[in-house]
């Protein structure tokens, strides 16, 4: 069974600091997902990552296949960035779909 | 490209009483999970369907909940008889052979 630690859980940041969101995962995997959760719910996909890095804004995600860990970087954040940053993996070993979650980390960006 | 539509977005009921979400996916795609959410915690998969049959509803409390995917296109959950500890957010989801995931907005379900 794969295990997916985030870190940090939690994190509170000022408006234009450069933010960092990591995620480790204890079995190999196909693909990783960065998933963004906004307060009321809704989940919308960021990312989905199986090598290297991809960009979309103002946001960059990493993986390292062999280290088992991804990063999520936000740069110039902004208060609208505020919300729950899900990892989910996809394995064979994970739970019927394949995915298994991280936590979350429950990001603050104050003005 | 539309997305996964669901609804209601919020519902309070008391416990004991029933309940039912809606989830229409996007179109073509075969595979519909519903997840259950309590706050603080990662989403978990309650139930899967590949069009309209069940692939896995392990974590799925048979007792009172159930699911139906009815020529595999929309899906209804339901929540019959309703306890505390099912005040959650219930997610739907919707993928091509487990790619491409895209999840819905979401409901939040308060049982008082």
């Known amino acids: 069974k794969n295990e997916v630690e985030q870190s940090p859980q939690n994190l509170t940041a000022q408006e234009g600091e450069f933010i960092t969101i990591n995620c480790s995962y204890s079995v190999g995997i196909s693909a990783l997902h960065w998933l963004q959760q906004h307060p009321g719910g809704g989940i919308v996909s960021l990312f989905m990552?199986?090598?290297g890095k991809k960009k979309h804004g103002r946001l960059i995600a990493t993986i390292n296949i062999q280290e088992k860990h991804s990063s999520l970087h936000i740069t110039a954040s902004h208060p609208r960035d505020s919300a729950v940053y899900i990892c989910?993996?996809?394995?064979?070993?994970?739970?019927?779909?394949?995915?298994?979650f991280g936590k979350g980390t429950h990001l603050i960006i104050q003005p | 490209e539309a997305g996964v539509a669901q609804s209601p977005r919020y519902k309070i009921i008391e416990k004991r009483q029933s309940v039912a979400f809606w989830c229409n996916p996007i179109?073509?795609?075969?595979?519909l999970y519903w997840y259950q959410q309590i706050l603080g915690q990662g989403p978990k998969l309650l139930i899967q369907?590949?069009?309209?049959?069940?692939?896995?509803d392990s974590q799925l409390p048979k007792d009172r909940f159930s699911a139906e995917r009815l020529k595999g296109v929309d899906s209804t959950l339901k929540i019959q008889p309703a306890k505390l500890e099912d005040s959650a957010v219930y997610l739907c989801a919707s993928s091509v052979q487990g790619f491409g995931y895209t999840f819905g907005s979401g409901t939040r379900l308060t049982v008082v």
């Open positions: 990552l199986s090598s």
């Open positions: 369907f590949q069009n309209n049959g069940v692939v896995d």
């Open positions: 989910a993996v996809f394995t064979s070993g994970g739970g019927a779909d394949g995915l298994t």
């Open positions: 179109s073509g795609h075969a595979t």
